[in-house]
């Protein structure tokens, strides 16, 4: 939808700086009403017993590498299609602080809308051909945070297995 009102701004339906700065804006703000479920009531959520798909041994690896790698997360969350919910969950729930973590969620939302608008506006009519490259780009990021997963749970076997 972002890649359309980019679409509208080419056919000069839609001011395209009106279009980054509202696409940003509701898209920081769905990142903070995550964190903010997270950062208030994960710990209670995971501790009832209510997130069943997720063994609590495995929540703390992942609240574990959010205290390492947070920040990085937040900046990649953006690029990363089908994560951005429970990765701001998991942000929260690290209770990362929010003045970076929004300052970082309203930079890589910035950057990914104006992408995604100039991307509608250069399409212009044809902005749905803009959704086929997304697909594949989504597709391909998606292989990849797979294979960078699997090699960061290896890592952890085996630095478990030497000690």
């Known amino acids: 939808m972002i890649a359309f009102g980019g ?8 001011n395209i700086f009106m279009a980054i700065f509202f696409s940003t804006l509701g898209s920081a703000s769905g990142f903070i009403v995550m964190y903010y479920v997270g950062f208030f009531l994960g710990k209670e959520l ?20 959010f205290q390492k790698y947070g920040y990085w997360i937040v900046i990649a ?26 300052t970082l969620c309203a930079v890589s939302a910035l950057l990914w809308n104006t992408v995604l608008i100039l991307g509608g506006f250069e399409f212009g009519h044809n902005w749905k051909q803009l959704g086929q490259y997304l697909s594949l780009y989504g597709t391909i990021i998606g292989i990849v945070v797979i294979v960078v997963v699997l090699i960061l749970i290896l ?9």
């Open 155 to 163: 890592r952890y076997f085996l630095a478990k297995k030497r000690d």
């Open 46 to 65: 995971i501790d009832s017993g209510k997130i069943k798909f997720l063994p609590l041994d495995k929540i703390k690896i992942v609240e574990s590498w």
């Open 77 to 102: 969350n953006r690029f990363l299609s089908g994560t951005r919910a429970v990765i701001s969950f998991f942000v929260g729930l690290s209770e990362l602080p929010i003045g970076i973590t929004f």
């Open 7 to 14: 679409s509208l701004a080419g056919i000069g339906k839609l």
